[in-house]
């Protein structure tokens, strides 16, 4: 047995021989308050799976901020060198005829 036991309105510890706090609070009340504060009340069904879904979610964006998206088909700023274009074929000219009428 618990040498004091706490007073649920004032919040001292009130020793256990006594069967009433300084307060008014008689022991057997705060007894009751402090085991209906100790239940754990269950989640509803609903409000689980809205959290559920919205760790889902979370993660989903966590993965798809760090994971790159596809090849990266920019030229990066610093230190890029344009590939000169291949020169296309060039015909030549056609040479004036030496005979002229």
């Known amino acids: 047995m618990a040498a004091t036991w706490p007073c649920p ?3 001292r510890r009130v020793p256990a021989t006594l ?5 008014g609070t008689p022991r057997p009340a705060a007894s009751a308050l402090l085991r209906m ?11 689980l799976a809205l959290l559920v879904l ?17 090849p990266n088909r920019l030229p990066k700023l610093l230190g890029f060198v344009d590939k000169p274009r291949s020169p296309a074929a060039a015909t ?4 004036p005829s030496a005979t002229r009428r």
């Open 9 to 11: 309105s004032c919040g």
């Open 19 to 23: 069967e009433e706090c300084r307060c």
């Open 37 to 47: 504060a100790g239940r754990r009340e269950k989640l509803p069904k609903d409000v």
């Open 54 to 70: 919205l760790v889902l979610v979370l993660v989903a964006g966590l993965v798809t901020l760090f994971l790159p998206y596809g």
């Open 92 to 95: 030549p000219a056609p040479q």
